[in-house]
């Protein structure tokens, strides 16, 4: 458990309940999965989306993070603000407005850039494998 007094109660909520722990299959065609690394203390965060092919919209979403209590906050953060959302939506997603609600300091602030980057590399290892299977040459042709 992480100490409330150096903390935002956010951040202690998070950590101590984070929500949409958990993976999908990621050779699944409506998955996308974003792994990310932060060089600045080498923690990792893996992020999956689930997306509805007809609309875009991000059904589901969890994640599964090495890293400090401030990295597992801020993914637990972005899979609750991704869910629901169109993929264009959840790529404006800004790691100051994650380290904002959780009122990280400036040191923890690589922490929310890692569920920024998990995010959009969610989104593009999602449309990757969706361009991919496309142009798989079509038999009847
Ligand atoms: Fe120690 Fe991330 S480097 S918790
Ligand atoms: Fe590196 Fe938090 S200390 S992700």
Known sequence: RILPRFYHERVVDHYNNPRNVGAFDKNDPTVGTGL???????????????????????????????????????????????????MEEVLTIKNTEIAKH?????????????????IKAAVKDYETKRSNNKSLPDKKA
């Open 36 to 86: 990310v690394g932060a060089p600045a203390c080498g923690d990792v965060m893996k992020l999956q989306i689930k997306v509805d092919e007809e609309t875009g919209k991000i059904t589901d979403a969890c994640f599964k993070t090495f890293g400090c209590g401030s990295a597992i906050a801020s993914s637990s953060v972005a899979t609750e603000w991704v869910k629901g959302k169109q």
């Open 102 to 118: 959780l009122s990280l300091p400036p040191v923890k602030l690589h922490c929310s850039m890692l569920a920024e980057d998990a």
